[in-house]
């Protein structure tokens, strides 16, 4: 397994060469859009971010009063 953020340092070899960003985009046969996750939402269909803020606040405190409660048993 590699180390957080490898490819960083990762030096150009004979199988390996980095492209920036702006030589990727001037390719004309380079279309990514192929590229997708299997059962991605489609970000027009997703609420608003508050509400999806407001989740993820709510079952982290679920998760973090369970934890506690473990916490309390194990002493």
Known sequence: MH???WWITRQE???FKRYTY???AARERLNLSWIREEG???PASLPPPAE???SI???L???LA???AVAARLG
């Open 3 to 5: 180390a957080p953020g």
């Open 13 to 15: 070899s004979e199988r």
């Open 22 to 24: 702006a030589e990727l």
């Open 40 to 42: 991605t939402t489609d």
């Open 52 to 54: 999806i803020a407001a």
């Open 57 to 59: 606040a709510e079952e």
């Open 61 to 63: 405190e679920t998760a």
């Open 66 to 68: 369970r934890f506690r």
